[in-house]
C-alpha cells in the first residue's frame, strides 16, 4: 500500500526566506500528489497538485518539485510570510484521488 | 461559497452513546469521504463514497457505519462511542474519476470520555 510521510515534523523559517517541504512517499505507483495547507481548527486546503508527468509545477508563490527516481516531492513557498504558518501535508494517489493517502505533516513557523 | 459544511463542529459523548456527523457540500460532487486525524497524524480514511448509493471501507473503518442519504449528504455514525474515537473527523468531496484534489469541510472536533 501506499505510504506517505514528511521527514521534518517542525520547519521554522524567517519572515521573507522560502522554505522546502519535503515528503517522500512508497509506491511506485502513485502518479498524482497533492500538497494541502491546514490552519489550527480549520480542514486542509488544497493548494497546489503534480501529476507523475511533471518534474515541476508552479503557482502563486508556491512550487512542487517531484522526482519519481527517489520517490520524493517537495514544496517550496517563497518569501515566506507569517500567513503560511500552518501544518502541510502531502498526499498521494495512484490515479484519480479517489483514495488519498496522507503523511502526517510538517509544522511551518514563521518567526520576524 | 459553502462547500463542504459538517455539523456539528464540536461534541462531547459518554463512552457507550451514539452519534450521527453530518456533512454536506454543494458542489454537486459524486464522491465524499470521511476521515478522522489524530494529534501527530495525518489524516486516515474510515470510509468513503464513490457515488450516490455505494459505500466502501477505507482504512480504519471499524466502529463506524456510513449512509449516503443522497448526492449532497453523507453522514457518519458512530453505534457506541469509545474513548479511542476521540478525534477530529473531517469530511470531504470529490469529483470521481477526475485527477483532481479533494475538497474538505472544517471539521467535528469529538471528545468522548
Known amino acids: 500500500g501506499e505510504s506517505v510521510g514528511l521527514h521534518l515534523p517542525t520547519l521554522s523559517v524567517q519572515e521573507g526566506d522560502n522554505s522546502i517541504i519535503n515528503c517522500a512517499y512508497s509506491?511506485?505507483?502513485?502518479?498524482?500528489f497533492i500538497w494541502y495547507k491546514q490552519e489550527s481548527g480549520k480542514g486542509p486546503q488544497f493548494i497546489i497538485d503534480i501529476r507523475s508527468n511533471m518534474d515541476k509545477r508552479q503557482g502563486q508563490r508556491v512550487t512542487v518539485l517531484l522526482n519519481k527516481t527517489v520517490k520524493h516531492l517537495s514544496l517550496q513557498i517563497a518569501a515566506t510570510q507569517p500567513g503560511d504558518s500552518a501544518v502541510y501535508f502531502c498526499?498521494?494517489?495512484?490515479?484519480?484521488?479517489?483514495?488519498?493517502?496522507f503523511g502526517t505533516g510538517t509544522r511551518l513557523q514563521v518567526t520576524l | 461559497n459553502a462547500g463542504v459544511t459538517q455539523t456539528p463542529k464540536f461534541q462531547v459523548l459518554k463512552t457507550g452513546q451514539s452519534m450521527t456527523l453530518q456533512c454536506a457540500q454543494d458542489?454537486?460532487?459524486?464522491?465524499m469521504y470521511w476521515y478522522r486525524q489524530d494529534p501527530g497524524m495525518g489524516l486516515r480514511l474510515i470510509y468513503y463514497s464513490a457515488s450516490e448509493g455505494t459505500t466502501d471501507k477505507g482504512e480504519v473503518p471499524n466502529g463506524y457505519n456510513v449512509s449516503r442519504l443522497n448526492k449532497r449528504e453523507f453522514s457518519l455514525r458512530l453505534e457506541s462511542a469509545a474513548p479511542s474515537q476521540t478525534s477530529v473527523y473531517f469530511c470531504?468531496?470529490?469529483?470521481?474519476?477526475?485527477?483532481?484534489?479533494?475538497?474538505f469541510g472544517d471539521g467535528t472536533r469529538l471528545s468522548i470520555l
Open positions: 509506491n511506485s505507483a502513485s502518479d498524482y
Open positions: 458542489m454537486n460532487h459524486n464522491s
Open positions: 470531504a468531496s470529490g469529483r470521481q474519476g477526475a485527477v483532481e484534489p479533494q475538497h
Open positions: 498526499a498521494g494517489d495512484t490515479g484519480t484521488a479517489s483514495k488519498l493517502t
